[in-house]
């Protein structure tokens, strides 16, 4: 496995995106190890979502990506402020679709020995950005290419 540095820190950052809020969604991560060298990037399209759900789905996604490379300390980093502060207490979930996902949320950072959550500007975000708007972009060429195959 790769080294992840001290103590097993992570650091993750994650990003969610939605064509038309709700509408074809993705999910993209990227992971660094505690000396801040890049060990692993997730791009994952998650169906039809809203972009608050694939902020979500991205967090758990993030979190089982460092579940499985092992890291034990996370400090994350989101452009989602409502979720940065849902997963803080500091706002309520009040969004029905939302509570599962934020339950499934906690349920998971209980793994870790500890975490830390930070919402951060999106032009510091871009990476992760990337990497949900590629995810989406893939459905997309996919879906047209199946269509011309049709056509022929």
């Known amino acids: 496995m790769k080294s992840l540095g001290s103590e097993n820190r992570l650091v993750i950052y994650i990003d969610g995106a939605s064509r038309g ?7 993209g991560i990227w992971v660094a190890n505690g000396d801040g060298k890049k060990i ?4 994952r399209f998650l ?12 967090l758990l996604l993030g979190l089982r990506e460092a579940k499985r490379l092992g890291g034990r300390t996370l400090q994350i980093f ?3 402020e ?5 997963i803080k207490g500091v706002y309520r979930v009040r969004d029905l679709n939302l509570k599962d996902l934020h339950k499934a ?6 793994t870790f020995v500890s975490f830390e959550i930070q919402a951060i500007p999106r032009e510091e975000n871009k990476e992760a950005d990337r990497l949900a708007n590629q995810a989406i972009q893939r459905k997309i060429a996919n879906e ?3 269509e011309l195959k049709k056509l022929r």
């Open 21 to 27: 809020n709700p509408g074809k969604a993705g999910a």
């Open 40 to 43: 692993s990037e997730v791009s």
């Open 47 to 58: 169906g039809h979502k809203t972009n608050n759900q694939a902020e979500y789905w991205a």
């Open 78 to 80: 989101t452009d989602s």
């Open 82 to 86: 409502l979720v940065e502060r849902q």
């Open 105 to 110: 949320v906690l349920q998971n950072l209980k």
């Open 144 to 146: 047209e290419g199946r």
